[in-house]
């Protein structure tokens, strides 16, 4: 499965967005972008995941950069309870498991 | 619905011991998934069960570890003989497998702590 690069922190204003970009730069054309987060001593939580096209669901958006190489995982109005580490997961979706980096710690602040 | 459950939530043994940690996966999921997650860094892929059998065991680190999953539901993981670097959450995950043989998205539970004195 690709690696990916996300930064290893970022933080955010309570009610804005919150942006968090991760690189894979060396994608394959059947691996699909996952996105997982973990809230302080809980296990990872499913965000969402997509294959080329822009996804959304209820908790957030995926934006995919038309070649592949990059994505953005958008929260569109960020709570304080959105504060956690954020991974960026490719993989093949009949790859059964998971190789998570170190993720972005995200701090949503008042 | 319920989701995965693991127990205990803590674990303390001395070194040297022989440990069991249990989780219940979501019901109906038919794939069953263990990490470990030591301080600061993510989850670390140990095995997988597809049904009663282990499908992919290549994340266990040594034949210390081992895990079963005997009904195709509740699994086990054993480890004999601990290590202080044994040390860390063991997480457990569940997912539905598509007929295409393609994974859905993984449920994690909780997590056991496990620290080995």
């Known amino acids: 499965d690709a690696k990916t690069t996300q930064p290893p922190s970022m933080d955010c204003a309570e009610g804005r967005a919150a942006n968090l970009p991760c690189n894979h730069s060396?994608?394959?054309?059947?691996?699909?972008v996952y996105w997982y987060r973990q809230i302080h001593s809980q296990g990872p939580q499913y965000i969402i995941h997509?294959?080329?096209n822009n996804e959304t669901n209820e908790m957030a958006s995926l934006i995919i950069t038309e070649d592949r190489k990059s994505s953005t995982l958008i929260l569109p109005h960020a709570t304080l309870r959105d504060t956690a580490v954020y991974y960026c997961i490719v993989r093949v979706r009949r790859n059964n498991d998971m190789r998570f980096g170190a993720g972005t710690r995200l701090t949503v602040k008042p | 619905g319920a989701g995965v459950s693991q127990t205990p939530s803590n674990k303390v043994t001395e070194k040297g011991k022989y440990v069991e940690l249990r989780c219940d996966p979501i019901?109906?999921?038919?794939?069953l998934y263990w990490y470990r997650q030591s301080l600061g860094q993510g989850p670390e892929f140990l095995i997988y069960?597809?049904?009663?059998?282990?499908?992919?065991d290549s994340g266990l680190p040594n034949d210390r570890f081992f895990a079963v999953r005997p009904e195709g539901s509740v699994s086990t993981l054993k480890i004999q003989r601990t290590e202080r670097g044994d040390s860390a959450v063991y997480l457990c995950?569940?997912?539905?497998?598509?007929?295409?043989?393609?994974?859905?998205?993984?449920?994690f539970g909780p997590g056991t702590r496990l620290t080995v004195t």
């Open positions: 997509g294959l080329k």
């Open positions: 069960f597809q049904g009663t059998g282990a499908a992919d």
């Open positions: 060396t994608i394959s054309g059947n691996e699909y």
């Open positions: 995950a569940s997912s539905l497998t598509g007929t295409s043989g393609s994974s859905y998205e993984q449920y």
């Open positions: 019901s109906g999921h038919t794939a």
